[in-house]
C-alpha cells in the first residue's frame, strides 16, 4: 500500500510559477514510478510528466519546457516545479505511485493522492 499526498497548489497570474510537491509513504520509495497527473472540469486526466525509478523522464508535450518534474529518495518526495503558468493549465493536480512500474501508471493504475488545485489567472 502506497499513500502519495500532495501539497503546494495555489492561485497565480499567468506567467507566475508553482512548486508541487509529493510525499509517498508505504513502499521503498526508490522503487517507485511516480507521476503527475491533471483534471481540468469536463477534461480527462492528462499525464504531465513521470520520473521512474532509474530517473527516466517523460513530459507531455503541452508543458516541455516549462514544467520540471524531480525525485529525492532520501525525503520520499518528488516535485513538479511549473513555470510559466497559463490560464489552461488549470486543473487538480494529483500524484500517482506504482511500485509494479510506469506501464499501469500510465494507464491509471496504482496509487492516487487526493489532489491539489492549481488556478492560473489571465
Known amino acids: 500500500q502506497v499513500q502519495p499526498v500532495e501539497s503546494g497548489g495555489g492561485s497565480v497570474q499567468s506567467g507566475g510559477s508553482l512548486r508541487l510537491s509529493c510525499t509517498a509513504s508505504?513502499?521503498?520509495?526508490?522503487?517507485?514510478?511516480m507521476g503527475w497527473f491533471r483534471r481540468a472540469p469536463g477534461i480527462t486526466y492528462l499525464g504531465v510528466a513521470i520520473?521512474?525509478?532509474?530517473?527516466?523522464?517523460s513530459y507531455d508535450d503541452s508543458v516541455k519546457g516549462r514544467f520540471t518534474i524531480s525525485r529525492d529518495n532520501a525525503k520520499d518526495t518528488i516535485y513538479l516545479q511549473m513555470n510559466s503558468l497559463q490560464p489552461e493549465d488549470t486543473a487538480t493536480y494529483y500524484c500517482?505511485?506504482?511500485?509494479?512500474?510506469?506501464?499501469?501508471?500510465?494507464?491509471?493504475?496504482?496509487?492516487w493522492g487526493e489532489g491539489t488545485q492549481v488556478t492560473v489567472s489571465s
Open positions: 520520473i521512474d525509478a532509474d530517473g527516466n523522464i
Open positions: 500517482a505511485a506504482d511500485p509494479a512500474g510506469c506501464s499501469g501508471l500510465r494507464k491509471g493504475e496504482g496509487y
Open positions: 508505504g513502499n521503498t520509495f526508490s522503487n517507485l514510478c
